[in-house]
């Protein structure tokens, strides 16, 4: 196993605990002001609708530890880039390092999920490149990984697997997690800002 493969699997594994360390430093330098909230929040909202779509159609399997795809999923967000989630954590990434308003923590976020996305996409892809080798060819010859195309291609157009009240459901912990760290982070900034006052 390669220094990628092995990589994207650890991060695949741990993805949901190592961003833990970098909501705490988020939390302890962050010096929002009002424009890193209104720059910062829709930035965050975006990404969060972009992962319900996805989880319209790739459905709650992506919460476990363990790399599995019982089918390719090439519809809805999948037909514009074939990594609609990992987009849309990044476009929320880009949200909270606005709103950090510490460009240094913002260049050691960017650095950390470069690092993390370009091992463990090639991780992923190459599972599914395995589990169905025809399909994913030729789904990786017109879709791109991660830039987005702005029209779907209609060879992978279908409507959603999952409902919209499933999708919901499958991101509590997501909106749970989300809402803590903006509650964190706007608790410390106010409290820096007494303590300065």
């Not at 988020?26 to 002001?33: L, Q, V």
């Not at 609708?49 to 159609?57: G, S």
Request: hydrophobic fraction near 50%; charged fraction near 20%; glycine fraction near 6%.
């Amino acid at each position: 196993m390669g220094f990628v493969k092995r990589t994207g699997q650890f991060f695949f594994v741990w993805r949901d605990k190592l961003p833990v360390p970098l909501v705490l430093a988020m939390a302890g330098c962050a010096r929002p002001r009002l424009l890193n909230w209104l720059v910062g929040l829709p930035l965050i909202l975006l990404g969060e609708a972009l992962r319900i779509w996805a989880l319209m159609h790739i459905g709650p399997k992506t919460r476990t530890r363990s790399i599995c795809a019982e089918r390719l999923i090439t519809s809805g967000p999948y037909s514009h880039c074939r990594n609609p989630l990992y987009l849309a954590n990044f476009t929320k990434i880009l949200g909270f390092m606005v709103i950090s308003g510490k460009a240094v923590f913002a260049a050691v976020v960017a650095m950390f999920y470069l690092l993390e996305f370009s091992t463990m996409i090639p991780y992923e892809e190459g599972f599914l490149a395995e589990q169905f080798p025809d399909a994913h060819k030729c789904y990786r010859e017109v879709v791109p990984a991660f830039l987005p195309t702005l029209n779907a291609n209609s060879r992978f157009d279908a409507a959603p697997n999952f409902t919209l009240p499933e999708a919901l459901r499958s991101e509590k912990r997501t909106f749970a997690s989300t809402s803590l760290i903006l509650l964190l982070v706007a608790v410390a900034a106010a409290f820096r800002k007494e303590k300065s006052a």
